[in-house]
């Protein structure tokens, strides 16, 4: 029978299945971090319950870090709190951890394919909802809550429903300024917020075959944004180059074995989907988000809608309530929104490719005299590469602060935070209420569209950054 | 996990669409370790200003309400982050039934986790429920015969088996599935023979 690349990866990874499709599936990759794992370790002492197979988590702290000077330690005493134990229980549980102050540090889902513990057609999970990010490689990864952590610690399994399969093609090729991050907002925008939910979604068509395995985690990341409960690429020979001689990625013969298996990952040219929807990347221009959900997305050359010719009552409401929240009026042009404060990081954009490409644009200018700007890079990794190519340089020379790793003002778990009011374009993926800090006032964009704003001191075209 | 099998108070209700978790709980409260002491923050941006004072029209600031055990709320409800801090606050506040035409997967699923029973009914239901909430009566939840009972009337709701069976005799997932440790590790067995990379 033929199967899509989902049911091949579920098929592969069940142990057991009950009579009404509850089915237990082996994990093979489980990442950690300090936030969302206290209380699961926590359970496990409680219960005299040891962790089944150490060697298959990866813990690092990235949420609470602060991406200013870390020689001093952590000064918010909570934060500090967390990072002591998730120290403390890797140590007792014989967990591998990348702490604060390793090169190797930096956000979950940058680190774990950065060092090849992420690879094709493995079960991937982790406390935290853009684990969807790892399905750019071909695998089935997908955020859980800390009862699950706890699960998967004790069992390496975590209970199951099998989730529809969804596929979305994403046909000819990309109009010059736009990137990945535009694409996974447009399908966002085209199949709203809830549009995933009950499915995994697989990307597929030339658009996705084309981009780079780091562009289809931008797509991949935000997956979650949609509802779904994964995103999946199938993995091509891009995918294979990108985890030759990775740290954690297979050796010898098992290398030889395991892309044996990795060209086996893909969808069945019959295989059937229980929906499918495509897209032409000629109707995708540059995108932001105007309101406080990531499917309220407007072309940079755009308006603000206006509420009132939205037809569904309660979608009304919720537009009345975003623009209240973001300070908008209805039909002003997109472009004459000033911003305050621009954010380039997070799991969704804080790869060294995304780096490049703004400073790329942002080379030789300067950002706006009454805009804040920061580069917060993904990884110890990225951040030290950035700086062999004279990346950092380029930013700073523009006026960005250039800091240290972690996923920092993408939710301000840390110091970087917005005041209320505050604008700030960000190329994180949520812009919910109060997400960047109470009041503050989030525009998804991209890394280009970041430094366009940047410099602009407004939402601006990346088209017209030259 | 306590159990949940009937439950019934006043509702109330949150005519929002997609109540995302960083709502429910902003990421402040996640600095925690423990599960417990959540409640008082459940909602903090609805229900404090910025000086920390009760905002008195938020609905779960008044009477009956602060003590509601149901909650009604618009669709796509717990979307966004992953975090369980979610239904610990609605737990730790009292609610242990949220009622929407439809839920985001993570949160679904961690309700479960936290003896919290998820409803799925469609809106026009909600809307009927929702008018209980503004007289300030009261329904009643049972989970056994999958109705919600409201004034002379009943709707009944739909929710898997295992699902519906952990919640009413408030099982351990863990200690459930570590009884499968045989299929475990014969599938692991297989595993270290066909995926040695792994």
Known sequence: ?466 | MEKFVKLKSIPAHIPLMNIDTDMIIPKQFLKTIKRTGLGKSLFYEMRYDESGKLINKFILNNDPYSKSKILLAGKNFGCGSSREHAPWALLDFGIRCVISPSFADIFYNNCFNNGILPIIIDEKSIQELSEYSERKEEIEVDLNEQVILYGNKKLTFDIEPAKKKRLLEGLDNIGLSLKKIPNIEKFENSMNKTKPWI
């Open chain 1, 1 to 466: 029978m033929s199967k899509t690349l989902y049911d091949k990866i579920w098929d592969d990874h069940l142990v057991h299945e009950d009579n009404d499709g509850t089915a237990l599936l082996y994990v093979d990759r489980h990442l950690v971090h300090e936030v969302t794992s206290p209380q699961a370790f926590e359970g496990l002492r409680i219960q005299g319950r040891k962790v089944r197979k150490p060697k298959l988590t990866l813990a690092v702290p990235d949420h609470n870090v602060p991406t200013t000077d870390r020689s001093k330690g952590i000064s918010d005493k909570q934060s500090k709190i967390q990072v002591d134990t998730l120290r403390n229980n890797c140590k007792e549980f014989g967990i591998n951890l990348f702490d604060v102050n390793d090169k190797r540090q930096g956000i979950v889902h940058i680190i774990g394919p950065e060092q090849g513990f992420t690879q094709p057609g493995t079960v991937i999970v982790c406390g935290d909802s853009h684990t969807a990010t790892h399905g750019a490689f071909g695998s089935l990864a997908f955020g859980i809550g800390t009862s699950e952590v706890e699960h998967v610690l004790a069992t390496q399994t975590l209970i199951q429903k099998k989730s529809k399969n969804f596929r979305v093609n994403v046909n000819g090729s990309l109009p010059a300024g736009v990137t990945s991050k535009d694409v996974i907002l447009k399908i966002i925008g085209t199949i709203g917020t809830a549009g995933g939910t009950g499915y995994v979604i697989e990307f597929a068509g030339e658009v996705i075959r084309n981009l780079s395995v780091e562009q289809r985690m931008t797509i991949c990341n935000m997956t979650i944004e949609a509802g779904a409960r994964a995103g999946l690429i199938s993995p091509d020979n891009k995918t294979i180059e990108y985890f030759k001689d990775r740290p954690m990625s297979p050796k010898g013969e098992n290398w030889t074995k395991a892309v044996a298996h990795w060209k086996k990952l893909f969808s069945d040219s019959d295989a059937k989907f229980d929906k499918e929807v495509n897209i032409d990347a000629k109707d995708i221009e540059p995108l932001v988000t105007w309101g406080t959900s990531p499917q309220d997305v407007s072309p940079i050359t755009g308006e603000v809608p206006d509420p009132e010719k939205e037809k569904d009552k309660d979608r009304r409401t919720a537009m009345y309530r975003s623009l209240e929240y973001m300070g908008l009026k209805p039909k002003m042009k997109i472009s004459d929104i000033k911003v305050d404060k621009i954010f380039i990081g997070s799991c969704t954009n804080g790869r060294i490719e995304d780096l490049r490409l703004a400073a790329k644009l942002l080379k030789g200018k300067k950002i706006a005299s009454d805009v804040s700007a920061m580069v917060v890079p993904g990884s110890g990794l990225v951040k030290k590469q950035a700086e062999e190519e004279g990346i950092d340089k380029v930013f700073k020379n523009a006026g960005f602060e250039w800091r240290e790793p972690g996923c920092s003002m993408c939710l301000g778990m840390n110091e970087d935070q917005l005041s209320s009011k505050e604008r700030c374009a960000s190329t994180s993926n949520r812009n919910f209420e109060g997400r960047q800090g109470r009041g503050g006032r989030t525009h998804l964009v991209s890394p280009g569209m970041a430094v366009a704003a940047a410099i602009k001191g407004y939402l601006a075209d990346v088209r017209e950054i030259n």
